[in-house]
T-cell receptor, first 113, second 116 residues
Framework: GDSVTQMEGPVTLSEEACLTINCTYTATGYPSLFWYVQYPGEGLQLLLKATKADDKGSNKGFEATYRKETTSFHLEKGSVQVSDSAVYFCALSPPSGNTPLVFGKGTRLSVIA | DAGVIQSPRHEVTEMGQEVTLRCKPISGHDYLFWYRQTMMRGLELLIYFNNNVPIDDSGMPEDRFSAKMPNASFSTLKIQPSEPRDSAVYFC??????????????FGPGTRLTVL
């Protein structure tokens, strides 16, 4: 079945460091891909998305590119801030769209000043 | 739009008591999902509905858990009797198939349940 694998956390970075959180997926066809963010004490919020190969999703300085050849959707940010401390989830929506999102296990990011 | 609304935000109860969690999805959304999140098990899908009909409840851990969706704007998740291992944050999410495009889900703020 469809699955998402993302790097284990926690990840601890200093402010202004570069961030990469790896995400790879297994799916039939062409799924849509998402990154969700969960700030402490809150629900998950959509951060960015991409619907087809080579699409780049971006939001709040974060970017991720849909790479069909490597089945990856890595999350990147050039300079993290303390306010980026959160748990990040990679997810896919099967092409049919009739089934729930498939989530990765989440990666906790802590940014220290 | 008010987003997905959940109540209560926090619930503390004693083992053996009945617990009812409530969710109001975004107006017009025809899919509703219930998730549970714990440190040990992460985010788990419990059950989801389409047009108020339960589609897949294979994630419901035991018969003590039940969920209903009597209409398009309201759903409940009930635990009876509750046990300490049910302590978790429970999220409700909704989405619309009719919207087209990727099926992003919109999450509520969650209910933090503590069973003593």
């Amino acid at each position: 079945g469809d699955s998402v694998t993302q790097m284990e956390g926690p990840v601890t970075l200093s402010e202004e460091a570069c961030l990469t959180i790896n995400c790879t997926y297994t799916a039939t066809g062409y799924p849509s891909l998402f990154w969700y963010v969960q700030y402490p004490g809150e629900g998950l919020q959509l951060l960015l998305k991409a619907t087809k190969a080579d699409d780049k999703g971006s939001n709040k300085g974060f970017e991720a590119t849909y790479r069909k050849e490597t089945t990856s959707f890595h999350l990147e940010k050039g300079s993290v801030q303390v306010s980026d401390s959160a748990v990040y989830f990679c997810a896919l929506s099967p092409p049919s769209g009739n089934t729930p999102l498939v989530f990765g296990k989440g990666t906790r990011l802590s940014v220290i000043a | 739009d008010a987003g997905v609304i959940q109540s209560p935000r926090h619930e503390v109860t004693e083992m053996g008591q009945e617990v009812t969690l409530r969710c109001k999805p975004i107006s017009g959304h025809d899919y509703l999902f219930w998730y549970r999140q714990t440190m040990m098990r992460g985010l788990e899908l419990l059950i989801y509905f389409n047009n108020n009909v339960p589609i897949d409840d294979s994630g419901m851990p035991e018969d003590r858990f039940s969920a209903k969706m009597p209409n398009a704007s309201f759903s409940t998740l009930k635990i009876q009797p509750s046990e300490p291992r049910d302590s978790a944050v429970y999220f409700c999410a909704s989405t619309s198939r009719r919207a087209g495009g990727p099926r992003e889900q919109f999450f509520g703020p969650g209910t933090r349940l503590t069973v003593l």
